[in-house]
């Protein structure tokens, strides 16, 4: 499968290590990604809060840029989550609203570019993995399952939320990632706040609320003794991995949640060396993590589901779907 | 385009809703105006596309369609079959050279008195703008552009 | 169609403009209509022309009689107002004088022109058009006759509820038989899952059961249960109905109801039917005790005689030998004169709003969850306790609007949701004595003695918060959420965003249309709302008729409603079938399409428009016919005939072409370029 | 209203004429991207009550749709809501009216900017630089962002925030030149035009 990819400004910098580890799984997959000549910023949540027009008319250009370079594809994949969505939310209110879309395109007109309001379709990564190469392709490659590695799928927002253009999953309770993680053979914790903000820009504005918020993400993790955090977005890797320290100093606690690319992670399990996917780059240091990997502690046999004896007073749960990890 | 051009617009309205929603227009005392006269039929499915073409080759300058709101249909769906045949004849009088914006589907429900008789004014508007219907027939039988048709071909 | 009203000879028209006082006159100059239709329209076939100050009065109707007489009119014009009004009248007064009725035509000015046009002269030309359409019209008029239909006193009643219940009583009283038809083992429906009622606390099976059993031995009232209507053709007054019985595996005819074959079978599953997920049941059950009826329905998937072919303990231990593992369903065919539809609802499935946790967390339960739960004949005998089965809850919140008012769900307020909530928190208060908060967005509470619940529950201390909850947790923030469910809402009144713990969530889960309601409507050729409700005839006028005479509808089937209003429905529905098989026909408005069999080709373009299955097609001679009295008179199948072999009684082609043309007749177009 | 904004890059800010006249609401609604449903409010508290950072707002969402439609203009634009938002978009999908409350909470941002009525200077500070970058080059420039402006607003956690940079350039996850795209006078031309179109609507 053939793609056009969005890297955008983060995975250059502080996320270079999800790009590299990206790059690999995607040869890995065999699929054929050719990057956006000359892509500008998306604007992150940033460029919206000062100029709307403006904030719409960059995405604007980046998509127009892929619609030129689309060749043999239609699809414009993104890994940071901001940049799918603000490359998504303008396409998608573009086609909705016919004033937006001319005002977009009489801005862009001034740079000699013109966009056709959904002739690229903009996806995340994740998605093309699951639903194009599918878990049994991923399956084929693992030559290092995961095994014994406790792991807590964070998808943080913008992934999933808000639902515009359809996303691929729910809003409030995806599945993907912890089925992709459950291929690569780790053991999957149904981790609560799995769509919980990670304090998005907070950390720049107000540390007190940030330092709140990352709690809010790490506290239940290290109760749910999770070994890692997988996440998809780099602002999410960013606030829990290089705040934690500030926030155990700023709480008085000392949690301990190291944070990896679900990338990374494939890449693992796919063979590749830590130092080739970036790994050990992080504030909170993921190796006695990766220490267990392939351990097999010893086999806690899953409880099989206890036939009710005639004593047991409790009520029955309602059924839930094949997806669904959560319940007690 | 002339001033003093009035036009001449035929309504197609259905017995339960559009009909109705005129009848709300008159006990309401919405004032549109007069260009438009209205045919009463069952349903908005009965409307046979030569009845249109019948109006605008015989001197109407527009044609308005209305019945029930989509899924308000009194004959359960009917109406939808007034818009696909209301798409179709539109696509048809373009192909014949007829402007098709001068065919308008409207749907009313009985309550909407005062929204059909705004339509009917922003109706009459629009034709009054797009001046007299120049209908091919009005000039020549409408044997002779067959004829030429074929003689085109 | 020829009889002896049928005008011979050339068309004799008589036109009358109405003034209506000044309603018309003051607009209209009517006289110069009058007179110009005399005039212009002579050709066509007008013989005289009138203005009258009122037409529908009796001196108004007169007139027209007397003119028939005597100038031999045989067709009649009124231009006045909508037919809508008065059509009636007049064609009263044509058939007075000796004319087929519909030999009469209406041009609505008043309606049309007078009330909606300001300049007089514009007014005037509108009204002489729209009378010379009227004229070319009526001269393509036929002789008709209403279409008259006997109707057959039996009744249909889908849906065993407390609304098919109250319908199927009120036709059965008066001694007309009913066939009452429920898909489930047993009547009774929602309310049997209830413990109480709002507003009075009423038990709910105390009021109920009465009334099932009354059914039950009811002789006019043949009860077909764990039954489903398969098929219905036909059309009012003579509906033929297919109804599938299914297989019980019991005979009917010999169980006694004593239960000793659901005591004896060894298979207990989760009862998720009537039970909704909470409680238990066997593989061989009657929904509950006091079921009607009281004979029991043996659960295949469940059965172990039907898994391992081994068992048989229900076979072995019924003194009557009322199990048979090898019953059949049953094709069961009546005919009926008239169907009501009381179909009653589903409810929103909470697992749709994860962030409320609902199947995550176990504490949180949904509204008939615990109906069951503190029903004394639920799985806990009434006790309100948490999914643990012992431990009772010291603080309870309970959501309102779940699912309802929510554009990612269902659109509109269900209605009962506020005073359930209601209910829930007397309960709660009075069993448990624990903390109880009721988030709501707005407490609806309009019928009688409903607001008077309101203010007793608030006196009794439950905390209302004014806030949608935004979520459902059970991760903690602080110690003293430790162990709880955390329920997240902004208190948009003290305006703060709150986290309360507490022990137990109750969802107010919405009503919703049952999950094949699209399908029942097209098997009865009934239409939907967007949301999925059958739609009234009128919302106002006419809530418990359908647009298809003799199917009526009744209950939650369209749109939630209380059990108050659902009972009303149902006798209001039976009514309307009582006074048509009082009158033992019905007449319908002959406006009906029929086919030219020699004209017709037989290409099928019809076949399938039709939404009440009234065109047929004829192999043996290749060619579609209509059935009259299933036909409504759209006309959709006459304007989609290719050849033209369609014909629509009262809006024939030439009818309506040659209005087009009078319509025409226009002053107002000047001559120009 | 005179434009306070510090940051001196050479972008053009909207200036709102005669504000006491304006009418908020409309102007909420014509500079957000599609329909923004504020008017469809039902003030039922579902996004105070979903909101991460709702604790520390002055007003919650809600409360600003309710000041709004009581024609309220300097508290709700000098409101630390908006700036507080984190685009979690969780009352956005929760909203049972879908009033698309994030993207309002951005354009009511863009108008207190444009206004000068803004009182969150570390965020619209933030945003400011960020965009400034993006003008500049055509990418974001996080080392000079976070430490820029960590130096300026958060002196109490200079030291913490410096060692974060210090540690994000040892890792090598910090460059320290910017990046600039090739064709950095097209981008600028089509920001040029879209300042001008914004200040229009």
């Known amino acids: ?301 899953t409880p099989k589901k206890k036939k009710k004896s005639k004593s047991d007073p409790s009520l029955p749960m309602p059924k839930m779907p094949i997806h669904y990890r959560g319940g007690s | 385009m002339t001033n003093n051009f009035e036009p001449l617009i035929i309504g197609f309205t259905c017995n339960w809703c559009s009909y109705r929603a005129a009848d709300m227009a008159g006990t309401g005392r919405e004032k549109y105006p007069p260009n438009i006269r209205l045919i009463r039929m069952m349903c908005s499915g009965r409307l046979d596309p030569m009845f249109v073409m019948k109006a605008l080759s015989d001197g109407a300058d527009g044609v308005m369609i209305t019945g029930c709101h989509p899924g308000e249909c009194h004959y359960l769906e009917q109406n939808y079959k007034a818009l696909r045949r209301t798409i179709l004849l539109k696509r048809t009088l373009g192909q014949m050279g007829v402007d098709p914006e001068r065919v308008k589907l409207v749907w009313a429900s009985a309550a909407e008195g005062v929204y059909l008789a705004k339509e009917i004014g922003i109706f009459v508007e629009e034709i009054r703008e797009k001046g007299p219907l120049d209908w091919p027939s009005r000039k020549n039988p409408a044997i002779s552009i067959v004829e030429k048709e074929e003689v085109s071909v | 169609m020829a009889n002896s009203k049928t005008p011979s000879g050339k068309p004799r028209i008589g036109v009358y403009v109405c003034h209506c006082g000044t309603n018309i006159a003051g607009v209209v100059d009517v006289e110069d209509v009058a007179n110009w239709s005399a005039e212009e329209l002579k050709d066509i076939g007008v013989v005289l022309s009138r203005d009258n100050k009122f037409m529908c009065s009796s001196q108004g109707q007169e007139l027209i009689e007397s003119d028939i007489k005597e100038f031999g009119l045989n067709r009649v014009v009124v231009a006045a107002c909508s037919p809508h009004l008065h059509e009636k009248t007049f064609r009263g007064a044509c058939e007075r004088a000796g004319m087929n009725p519909f030999f009469c035509e209406m041009a609505s000015i008043r309606e049309q022109v007078s009330w909606v046009t300001k300049d007089k002269k514009k007014a005037t030309e509108k009204s002489k058009s729209m009378v010379a359409g009227a004229v070319n019209r009526v001269v393509y008029h036929e002789a008709l006759e209403p279409i008259k239909v006997p109707i057959n006193p039996t009744t249909l009643i889908v849906g065993g509820g407390i609304a098919g219940i109250q319908a199927a009583l009120e036709i059965a009283n008066t001694g007309h038989e009913v066939y009452l038809v429920e898909r489930e083992p047993s009547i009774g429906g929602h309310m049997a899952q209830f413990d109480k009622t709002f507003p009075t606390l009423d038990c709910s099976a105390c009021i109920l059961t009465p009334r099932m059993s009354e059914v039950g031995m009811h002789p006019n009232i043949n009860l077909l249960t764990w039954s489903e209507v398969e098929n219905v053709d036909g059309f009012v007054g003579n509906f033929d109905v297919t109804i599938r019985k299914k297989s019980r595996c019991v005979i009917e005819e010999d169980c006694t109801g004593c239960g000793i074959c659901v005591q004896k079978c060894p298979i207990t599953v989760i009862d998720d039917e009537f039970g909704v997920g909470i409680g238990t049941r066997k593989a061989i059950y009657t929904p509950f005790d006091q079921a009607i009826p009281n004979y029991p329905v043996l659960d295949k998937e469940n059965c172990t005689y039907f898994i391992k072919g081994t068992c048989r303990a229900c076979e072995k231990f019924c003194a009557t030998n009322a ?122 509470t309009t019928a009688k003695n409903y607001d008077e619940f309101y203010q007793r529950v608030l006196d009794e201390g439950t905390l209302f918060v004014r806030g949608k909850v935004a979520e459902i947790t059970d991760v903690p923030q602080n110690e003293a959420e430790e162990g709880k469910l955390i329920v997240q809402a902004e208190d948009t009144l003290a305006g703060l965003q709150r986290r309360i713990p507490v022990d137990m969530v109750i969802l107010s889960v919405g009503l919703e249309p049952k999950g094949d309601s699209d399908e029942v409507a097209h098997q009865f050729g009934i239409s939907c709302s967007s949301n999925g409700w059958f739609t009234e005839k009128h919302p106002k006028l006419d809530p418990v008729s359908t647009m298809t005479e003799g199917i009526f509808i009744a209950g939650c089937a369209t749109g939630p409603k209380d ?111 | ?127 400011e630089t960020f965009t400034g970058y993006v003008e500049k080059y055509g990418r974001s420039f996080e080392f000079g962002l976070s430490t820029r402006h960590s130096l300026r607003h958060l002196p109490m956690t200079v030291s913490g925030t410096i060692g974060l940079g210090l540690g994000l350039i040892k890792t090598g996850r910090l460059d320290i030149t910017p990046h600039k795209i090739k064709n950095i006078d097209q981008l600028q031309k089509i920001l040029n035009r879209a300042y001008e179109l914004e200040a229009q609507r």
Not at chain 1, 154 to 176: A, K, L, Q, T
Not at chain 1, 288 to 300: M, N, R
Not at chain 3, 371 to 378: I, M, Q, S, V, Y
Not at chain 3, 606 to 635: H, M, R, S, W
């Open chain 1, 1 to 301: 499968m053939k793609y056009l990819f969005y890297p955008g400004c983060s995975m250059q910098r502080s996320a270079k290590p999800y790009l590299d580890s990206l790059k690999l799984v995607e040869k890995t997959l065999g699929l054929e990604s050719v990057d956006v000549e000359d892509w500008n910023c998306c604007g992150a949540t940033e460029f919206s809060s000062v100029n709307r027009t403006a904030s719409h008319a960059i995405v604007g250009r980046n998509l127009a840029l892929a619609q030129e370079q689309a060749s043999g594809t239609d699809e414009l994949v993104a890994a940071c989550s901001a940049c799918y969505l603000n490359l998504s939310k303008t396409d998608h209110f573009m086609r909705e609203d016919a004033d937006f879309n001319a005002l977009v395109n009489d801005a862009l007109s001034a740079g000699g570019l013109e966009y056709e309001p959904g002739s690229v379709k903009v996806r995340h990564s994740l998605d093309i993995i699951v639903n194009n190469v599918g878990y049994d392709a991923v399956k084929e490659k693992v030559t290092k399952p995961l095994s014994g590695l406790r792991v807590g799928a964070y998808y943080g927002c913008m992934i999933v939320r808000p639902d515009v253009n359809e996303r691929f999953s729910n809003p409030e309770e995806p599945y993907e990632l912890e089925d992709l993680l459950e291929v690569l053979g780790a053991e999957v914790v149904d981790f609560k706040m799995k769509t919980q903000c990670c304090s998005g820009h907070m950390t720049q504005i107000s540390s007190e609320v940030a330092y709140d918020m990352i709690k809010q993400i790490v506290k239940p993790a290290v109760e749910e003794e999770i070994d890692v955090l997988v996440t998809l977005c780099p602002m999410c890797q960013l606030n829990i991995d290089a705040f934690q320290n500030e926030m155990n100093k700023h709480f008085g606690t000392n949690y301990e949640v190291p944070i990896l690319y679900f990338s990374q992670l494939m890449g693992l399990a796919f063979g590749y060396t830590e130092k080739e996917l970036g790994i050990g780059k992080e504030f909170v240091n993921v190796s006695p993590a990766l220490a267990k990997i392939g351990k097999t502690t010893e086999e806690v046999p």
């Open chain 3, 323 to 444: 199990i048979d593992f090898e019953q059949q369903d049953e094709i069961i065919n009546v005919t009926v004169g008239n169907i009501i539809l009381a179909t009653g609802y589903d409810l929103f499935d909470a697992r749709k709003m994860p962030n409320y946790g609902y199947g995550r967390y176990p504490n949180v339960f949904t509204s008939m969850e615990f109906e069951r739960l503190c029903n004394a004949a639920g799985p806990t005998n009434g006790e309100i306790v948490l999914r643990d089965g012992v431990t009772a809850p010291k603080s309870v919140a309970i959501v309102h609007c779940v699912g309802s008012r929510d554009k990612n769900h269902n659109n509109y307020c269900s209605a009962i949701c506020c005073m359930q909530s209601l209910k829930f928190a007397h309960i709660v208060y009075e069993r448990t004595g624990a903390e109880i908060h009721n988030f709501y967005i707005d407490i609806r």
């Open chain 3, 563 to 673: 059990i108050p209003a659902s009972v009303s429905q149902g006798s209001a529905a039976a009514a309307r079938v009582i006074s048509y098989i009082e009158m033992g026909e019905l007449e319908l408005e002959p406006v009906r399409a029929s086919v030219i069999e020699e004209i017709c080709s037989g290409c099928k373009i019809c076949n399938d428009l039709c939404p009440y299955n009234a065109i047929i097609f004829i192999e043996d001679k290749q060619v579609t016919e209509i059935n009259e009295a299933l036909c409504q008179g759209c006309g959709t199948c006459v304007a989609a005939c290719p050849a033209g072999a369609i014909v629509g009684t009262g809006f024939s082609n030439e009818q309506i072409l040659a209005q087009i043309e009078g319509l025409m007749m226009d002053f107002s177009v000047p001559e120009v370029v």
């Open chain 4, 1 to 127: 209203m005179s434009v306070s904004a510090e940051f001196n890059n050479k972008q053009s800010y909207t200036k709102i004429k005669d504000l006491p006249g304006f009418n908020l609401i409309e102007l909420v609604e014509a500079r957000t991207p599609g329909d923004s449903r504020l008017e469809m409010c039902i003030q039922c508290g579902s996004c105070g009550g979903s909101c991460p950072s709702g604790k520390d707002m002055d007003h919650s969402p809600r409360q600003l749709f309710a000041m709004l439609r009581a024609g309220i203009v300097d508290e709700v634009l000098e409101s630390n809501a908006p700036w507080y938002c984190v685009s979690c978009y969780k009352c956005y999908v929760r909203c049972p009216q879908e009033v698309k409350i994030t993207d309002i909470m951005y354009t009511l941002k863009t108008i207190a900017i444009s206004t000068g009525k803004f009182k969150v200077n570390e965020a619209k500070d933030f945003s």
